[in-house]
């Protein structure tokens, strides 16, 4: 079936760094979502890309829809402690009957 | 902002026990979904409904099954709850666009 790989898998930057995590398929969507996740909390839609090639923000957040359709991408700027969490990609066939595929997630701990 | 509900944040119960997950939604959503989250098995889909009566079984129904009979509500029902249906357990619905915003989850333990 589909499946989805998320690297890192996890990691540990200064506070102050930039992040950059990415999300690959063997298969083409044409919805490409980021979720972030705290501690005992649902995930949280941060940013959602429709069309290969798309350049998204949201603060200091920005994704990518890859060119290819099997990846997407995303950056945090400058992060700060409250970024600590997971961070989940998900990708669809972009209708409400498709399925939505979520990724494994990359772990993200920021030491102040 | 989307906002969806759960009915408890965390929940205990004994083996055997007919346990009840309730969910609500307020953004007028057709898709209602239940996922259950593991450490190191990321999130699994139990059940979704693209309507209310409507149910479609996800990749792991066994041992559950669901209700919808409004279109906000989606309740998860564990006939006989067991030890291995200990679990945080998420509800999400949907735009068209298939955005999914998640609930706060229900943290269950069954002893």
């Known amino acids: 079936g589909q499946q989805l790989n998320q690297s890192p898998q996890s990691m540990f930057i200064q506070e102050g760094e930039d992040v950059s995590m990415n999300c690959t398929s063997s298969s083409i969507f044409n919805t490409w979502l980021w979720y972030k996740q705290d501690p005992g909390e649902g995930p949280v839609l941060l940013i959602a890309l429709y069309k290969a090639g798309e350049l998204t923000s949201n603060g200091r957040l920005t994704a990518q829809f890859g060119i290819t359709r099997k990846d997407s991408f995303l950056n945090i700027s400058a992060s700060i402690p409250s970024d600590v969490g997971i961070y989940f990609c998900?990708?669809?066939?972009?209708?409400?009957?498709?399925?939505?595929?979520f990724g494994p997630g990359t772990s993200l701990s920021v030491i102040p | 902002d989307v906002k969806v509900t759960q009915s408890s944040r965390y929940l205990v119960k004994r083996t055997g026990e007919k346990v009840f997950l309730e969910c609500v939604q307020d953004?007028?959503?057709?898709?209602m979904f239940w996922y259950r989250q593991d450490p190191g098995l990321g999130l699994r889909l139990i059940y979704f409904s693209y309507d209310v009566k409507m149910k479609e079984k996800g990749d792991i129904p066994e041992g559950y099954s669901v209700s919808r009979e409004k279109k906000e509500r989606f309740s998860l029902i564990l006939e006989s709850a067991s030890t291995n249906q200990t679990s945080m357990y998420l509800c999400?619905?949907?735009?068209?666009?298939?955005?999914?915003?998640f609930g706060p989850g229900t943290r269950l333990t069954v002893l």
């Open positions: 953004m007028d959503h057709e898709n």
């Open positions: 998900a990708g669809s066939g972009g209708t409400s009957y498709d399925k939505v595929i």
């Open positions: 999400a619905s949907s735009s068209r666009r298939n955005e999914q915003f």
